[in-house]
């Protein structure tokens, strides 16, 4: 299946937004493909009013968010993959949603150090979905 991530981030933006909230997002700038002033990044992460008022041509795709700003004054195209999004919150109260890092298609899968087939608690048969908590 797709990653859920750009779904999720679409909803909670409309929700930050038909709550009168200003939504912003936590990007991860040592991502490749990331488009954003560099002035502004520390530590590799860059906060992003991406409110209706604040962007213009905003395109949340389940490929990137795009739009078009001003920084400094200075008018920038902005371009995130929504891989790079480390969270999506509404300025005024912090509500929102933290995810975890997402591995890039070129990170190799882990593999198990010890199959296990004796049905102990813990392991997980192959093929059997699982849930996992997000906070």
């Known amino acids: 299946m797709s990653s859920s991530r750009p779904y999720i981030m679409r909803a909670l933006y409309e929700w930050i937004v038909d709550n009168n909230c200003t939504p912003y997002v936590l990007v991860n700038t040592a991502q490749a493909g990331v488009v954003v002033p560099q002035e502004f990044i520390k530590d590799d992460q860059i906060v992003l009013n991406i409110s209706p008022v604040a962007v213009r041509d905003l395109l949340m795709s389940n490929e990137q968010i795009e739009f078009n700003g001003r920084f400094g004054g200075s008018p920038m195209h902005v371009y995130v993959p929504t891989g790079a999004v480390m969270a999506i919150y ?3 109260n912090g509500q929102g949603m933290v995810f975890e890092v997402e591995q890039t298609p070129t990170d190799p899968e882990p593999t198990p150090t010890s199959p ?12 059997k979905p699982s849930l996992k908590v997000v906070k």
Request: aromatic letters at 0%.
């Open 116 to 127: 296990s087939t004796d049905g102990q608690p813990g392991s997980r048969p192959s093929g």
């Open 90 to 92: 509404a300025k005024e």
